[in-house]
Every structure is written in structure tokens, then in C-alpha cells.
């Protein structure tokens, strides 16, 4: 019944927005999928296809997450996040690096971790867990590929299979440790203004929200883990070509407060 009402709760809150939105919403056995396969501007939710990437091959021993890393002017990026405001002797782990690029979506720490991890290996991963939708084909803030017509593209039904993922491992087989690493970088994270906008956060486990976060001009994306009262629901809210982000922003902490109100039931 709670999911019926939650699907009514959603389009009403959905259908004055001017713009396109992709909804994809997992609860236990039911779902809510509204557009769940259309592609749109990936924003900063590629970064979550990163950070399985780079988990990924941690696991393999492929790449250490300890290992320090240097970080040049050149590669120092504008933006969201603070690397490129902090000193250049500063030597992060890679470890360090994902937590940044997760919890304040720091663009310079984004592109180092590629430079470490390969777009192509992103994009096999992506293959692999039948992202059919997204793509990662430049850097962020690489303003020279975008010109080129070289962009990064996701989907509400892949940010829910990364989700997934990084809930469960089942497809990839992430170990318990660092699917537990991956759900606490995405639980701080610190752009609250959507999910969890509109939600009386009683401690931090109170609800548990686990959510990244998207946003440009036109763009406003929302993907997370919700945990409350012994319930868990993944929800991915992709919205594009709006015409007001204010808008989008809203109708997303609309939605995420109908979440938890058809979780307290």
C-alpha cells in the first residue's frame, strides 16, 4: 500500500516541473521507475561509477588506496572542492582523494583518481555492471573535450544498479570492508539540499541517508541509500533541461520526504 501511495506522492510532486526528471526507486521487491533509462548529463554523479572503479581495483591489488599522491598546479581544478585551494606540498592517499571527491565533490581529486584508475577501465566497469546509459569521456572541468562534444552521460536506472552495488555487491563481489568504506563517504556527505533537505534528522543513523549528489546549469541530480527504521530504499533522481535549478532542488527534497514518510509507516 505504501509503495502505491509513494509512486501518487511522487508524480504529483513531479508534474509542474519544467524540465525532464528520471526517476529510479527500489524497495525491497517493489520499485518505482518513472523515464528510468533516459540518458542525461552525468554532473558529478560519475563519480560514483569512479569510486566503484577505483574499490574495484584496490580489491584486485591493482592500486593502493594508502599510496600518497602528488598533486600539481597543473592539475588543479575550479569548481567544487578545496584541493585547489590548499597548499601544493599537501600529499593526500588516494584514499583520501575518494573521501574528497564523495563528501565535497572535489573536481582536482576526481580527475587525479582517474589519472590513477584509467577512463577506460571506468568505462569497462560501467560494461560490466550494465550501465548502458553512462559514459565517461572527459574530465571534469575539461572545457577543450567539452567543446569537442565530449561529455559525461548517466541514467536514474544505472546511478540505482551503482546503488545496488555498493548496498549489496552481489555482481562485482565487493567485500563487506569496502562496501562499508563506500556507504560512509557517501553518508558524509556534505550537499544537503536535496534528499535529505527536507528530513528531521534525529542523529546521524536516524534516518541514514548515503547520497551523492549532482548539479550544473539545468541539472539537478540526487542518487542515495536511505536507511530508517530497519528499512532501506535506494533512490536515483535525475533531472535536466530545467528551467529553474531552484525548482528541481525543491521537487527532489519533496520527494525525499515522501520517501520517509512511506518508510514510518
Known amino acids: 500500500m505504501e509503495i502505491q501511495q509513494l509512486k501518487k506522492d511522487v508524480k504529483e510532486i513531479l508534474e509542474p516541473l519544467d524540465g525532464k526528471c528520471g526517476l529510479a526507486l527500489e524497495w525491497e521487491n517493489r520499485e518505482i521507475f518513472i523515464q528510468p533509462h533516459e540518458q542525461c548529463p552525468a554532473a558529478s554523479l560519475i563519480k560514483i561509477p569512479i569510486l566503484l572503479e577505483a574499490f574495484r581495483q584496490a580489491e584486485k591489488n591493482h592500486i593502493d588506496l ?16 578545496v584541493l585547489h585551494q590548499l597548499s601544493s606540498e ?4 588516494l584514499r583520501d582523494l575518494l573521501a574528497l571527491m564523495i563528501i565535497v565533490s572535489d573536481n582536482t581529486a576526481t580527475n587525479r583518481v582517474i589519472e590513477e584508475l584509467g577512463i577506460d577501465s571506468v568505462n569497462r566497469l560501467c560494461a560490466q555492471l550494465g550501465l548502458n546509459q553512462t559514459t565517461l569521456q572527459r574530465k571534469l572541468f575539461d572545457f577543450e573535450a567539452a567543446e569537442r562534444g565530449c561529455e559525461n552521460y548517466t541514467s536514474a536506472h544505472d546511478m540505482l544498479d551503482c546503488l545496488r552495488e555498493i548496498a549489496t555487491g552481489k555482481q562485482m563481489g565487493f567485500s563487506q570492508q ?3 568504506e563506500m556507504i560512509q563517504m557517501l553518508g558524509g556527505q556534505q550537499f544537503t539540499n536535496k534528499i535529505p533537505a527536507g528530513i528531521i534528522q534525529y542523529d546521524e543513523r536516524d534516518p541514514f541517508i548515503a547520497h551523492k549528489t ?3 546549469n539545468g541539472v539537478e541530480h540526487d542518487v542515495g541509500i536511505i536507511r530508517y527504521r530497519g528499512k532501506e530504499i535506494l533512490l536515483a533522481v535525475v533531472m535536466y533541461d530545467l528551467t529553474n535549478n531552484a525548482d528541481g532542488r525543491e521537487a527532489i527534497s519533496e520527494i525525499g520526504k515522501s520517501v520517509i514518510r512511506a518508510m514510518g509507516k
Do not use: D, M
Open 66 to 81: 594508502g599510496k600518497k599522491v602528488n598533486i600539481s598546479e597543473e592539475e588543479r581544478v575550479g569548481g567544487a572542492g
Open 178 to 180: 569496502s562496501r562499508n
Open 90 to 93: 599537501l600529499n593526500p592517499t
Open 214 to 216: 549532482g548539479e550544473v
